[in-house]
């Protein structure tokens, strides 16, 4: 019998996303939240919402004790984990059915043989499955961990035994560099899993990331979903996803599918899993891990094969038989091609460097049969400092793989946001660059060519500031109407918005700012017809209008159209192709130069400090780490800006600080 009422373990988009499958049956949902997360939208969509605790993730969403005695308290049949957080806790999964309570996954048996990535590589090998050199014990000693590293050679990887989602996870390509980059994996592994078991393999050059989607029911019955290719990543987060792979031929697909519905048999698999492949060049491939849950890219293979995965979770949960036609079906039939990007605050021109803050507008673009928008946010609510900072999760469908990639350049050309940075530059460039529209990406191009998908800096050319100058002209004699309307005197001549004067033509001056540089446009004219120039260049604009966020105007003779939105503060312009955001000044703005304060080390971002390696008076050379913070789940390491004398250390480990905080100051060595 299907569940009434169900406890949702998590947060953000995928809670929301289990919520509307749950609706949809009617299935009442319970939500949890932190102190952080009072008025999320997980919180507002749920039917009952209880607080579990703190902030930070080990005083909440990690406290299994708490989710199971909410679950009691509101009668939750079932718990459904969602992904991260406690979807892969085996210790979790049995507390719950000790409690009478359906786990909406594996059973905590078959996790703990596949929940580590070391028993699963181990198990994997044992059946003749492919796997990839390298160590799985669990001595930890950092001694036999170098010596082991040796014996697999260089380079190789580092990865947490427990987790995904690239957090800890590092690959190291000299013996020297081993040390550090194991402390790191170990620290952020403890942070984001509860555990710091790594386990070790020889890094494979140029591989793809290829995953099949596994479904199994308590009657015995196993099936593959098909593949998703992940291969586009940035240090080993997954950046686009898509199906059907561009590179598997049929007779690979159909080997690597039979080798994860092996995998799903020999363990008994119940629920939703996927199992992870390396696939070389040649097509050799290999098992990298299982993940006992349900992936952050799973609307892909639902886009395809018209499935609600979460459905079939609930039914298999409550002891339903997967459908007739799946388990008759060795592999599935798709329909069209699917792609999904994730949208971040994160500031790609500093490292992809996660951001916070309120979201004080957001712009999705709307959901139809070929857009699907998840996401846990809506304009207003607040990124913050403790969880991953995804805003959305694009998804497009359509019948081949251009109209699909065709379809989300239309979507980011609809997306806007105002509050934290975010990467929707570095997505459009993306899904534009030819090693993307050709299919021939592997797992480590985007580090190896990181400059050729990052915005460039160069300045905007002079259509686009006569355009944004426009924009900003039409909004002004808008709000000018608007006010002139609710005077006593609307049609006193200081309330038009032409500039005006007895004598001389009405001049009015655009300003704008870019990598530091002022721009000013000069404006002759009204009512969408104008005369701008800006240095020296000159543009005859006619029939120009600005209505509901589009721009149309005659540039010289040229009809061009935007997408155009103006504040106070900036213009944003999209032409169908490339973004551009312009930051406004007054015109007769006082400027006042900064000078770089070199002396000062200061917080990037708001977060806790977990690791000092300096104190008061040592000497450091340039790039020395100096110490490690932890933010939005991810370690970053603050390193000395030149050679230098700390002179003053303010930063403790443990202590949370915020942005811009001073945490250092050095001063040249005497």
Known sequence: MMFTRILIANRGEIACRVMRTCRRLGIQTVAVYSDADATAQHVRQADFAYPIGGPRPADSYLRGDAIIEVAKKAGAQAIHPGYGFLSENADFAEAVACAGIAFIGPSAASMRKMGSKAGAKELMARHGVPVVPGYTGEDQDAGLLTREAQRIGFPLMIKAAYGGGGKGMRVVRKAEEFASALESCQREAKNAFGRDRVLLERYIETPRHIEFQI??????????????????????????????????????????????????????????????????????????????????????????????????????????????????????????????????????????????????????????????????????????????????????????????????????????????????????????????????????????????????????????????????????????????????????????????????????????????????????????????????????????????????????????????????????????????????????AYEKSALAASDRIVAPMPGRIVLVKIKNGDKVVEGQELLVMEAMKMELTLRAPRAATIAELRATAGEFVDADALLIRVEDTK
């Open 215 to 588: 479904f199994g029911d308590s009657h015995g019955n196993a099936v593959h979903l098909n593949e998703r290719e992940c291969s586009a990543q940035r240090r080993y987060q997954k950046v686009l996803e898509e199906t059907p792979s561009p590179f598997l031929t049929l007779e690979l697909r159909a080997r690597i599918g039979d080798a994860a519905v092996a995998a799903a048999r020999a363990l008994d698999y119940v629920n939703a899993g996927t199992v992870e492949f390396i696939v070389g060049p040649a097509g050799d491939f290999y098992f990298m891990e299982i993940n006992t849950r349900l992936q952050v890219e799973h609307p892909v293979t639902e886009m395809v094969l018209k499935l609600d995965l979460v459905e079939l979770q609930l039914r298999v949960a409550a002891g339903v038989a997967l459908p007739g036609s799946l388990i008759r079906n060795k592999s599935v039939p798709t329909d069209g091609h699917a792609i999904e990007l994730r949208l971040y605050a994160e500031d790609p021109q500093q490292g992809f460097l996660p951001g916070s803050g309120k979201l004080q507008h957001l712009r999705l673009p709307p959901q139809s049969a070929h857009v699907r928008v998840d996401s846990g946010v809506i304009e207003g609510d607040t990124v913050t400092i403790f969880y991953d900072p995804m805003i959305a999760k694009l998804v497009v469908w359509d019948r081949t793989r251009a109209e699909a990639l065709q379809r989300m350049r239309e979507a980011l050309a609809q997306c806007d946001i105002v509050g934290p940075k975010s990467n929707i530059d570095f997505l459009e460039r993306l899904v534009r660059h030819p090693a993307i529209i050709e299919g021939r990406i592997d797992t480590g191009y985007l580090d190896r060519h990181l400059e050729e998908f990052l915005p460039a800096d160069a300045a905007p050319e002079t259509t686009t500031l006569f355009a944004a100058a426009t924009a900003v002209l039409l909004d002004e004699e808008a709000q000018a109407q608007s006010q002139a309307h609710v005077t006593a005197d609307p049609h006193s001549p200081w309330s038009r918005p032409d500039a005006w004067r007895l004598g001389h033509h009405g001049k009015r001056i655009v300003c704008f700012t870019h990598a530091g540089q002022r721009i000013e446009v000069d404006a002759h004219g009204a009512a969408g017809d104008y005369t701008l120039t800006c240095a020296q260049v000159h543009c005859q604009v006619a029939a120009a209008v600005l209505r509901e966020s589009i721009l149309n105007a005659t540039f010289d003779g040229i009809a061009r159209r935007f997408h155009a939105r103006v504040d106070a503060d900036v213009v944003l312009l999209h032409d169908g192709v490339q973004r551009e955001r312009l930051a406004r000044i007054g015109a007769f």
